[in-house]
């Protein structure tokens, strides 16, 4: 544990507690020793507020069905992504996707290919013939995102066009 909170005179404030920070893993883990230290406002605690922020996105990021298994994410700063690299790389192939569309127009085989692409990835890591890395898996996922869009795009484009014309 970083510290405490405490209120002092209607003011909130965060004790800091020494210690000596360790890493196990990607994980930083704090050991206090009980000594004392003057304390700070707790406003003034970047890291704190950083942390609660790294809480909010990992709640969104297991609302949207990912997993989060630490050793399948990637980490900045040492905060781990709110989803897997699979993941990411599927958001990130969403929009590529989306913005293509408008500005290309539709490919049923670059659509098809990039889902062929992803689903073979999972496939062969699923039956334990080949481990998937973390960037084969962001890239993949880039793949099977522009094409999940692609053919949504076109679908709605489809069904709007029987529709309205």
Not at 24 to 52: H, I, L, Q
Not at 64 to 74: A, D, L, N, V
Not at 85 to 98: E, K, M
Request: charged content about 20%; aromatic content about 14%.
């Amino acid at each position: 544990m970083l510290g405490t909170r405490q209120q002092i005179n209607g003011k909130i404030y965060y004790r800091y507690s020494a210690g000596k920070c360790s890493e196990a893993g990607k994980t930083k883990v704090f050991e206090s020793n009980k000594s004392e230290e003057p304390a700070v406002p707790y406003s003034e605690t970047k890291e704190k507020r950083r942390d609660r922020k790294w809480q909010t996105l990992m709640r969104f990021g297991a609302s949207t069905g990912c997993h989060q298994m630490p050793e399948r994410s990637f980490f900045l700063f040492g905060y781990q992504f709110p989803v897997c690299a699979r993941c990411t790389g599927v958001f990130l192939g969403n929009v590529l996707g989306f913005v293509l569309f408008f500005a290309k127009g539709f490919s049923m085989l670059a659509a098809l290919a990039g889902c062929l692409a992803m689903l073979t990835d999972w496939l062969l890591q699923r039956l334990h013939i080949a481990e998937s890395t973390n960037v084969r898996r962001f890239l993949t996922g880039i793949a099977g995102g522009f094409g999940v869009i692609s053919l949504e795009l076109q679908l709605l484009k489809t069904v709007y066009c029987k529709l309205f014309t």
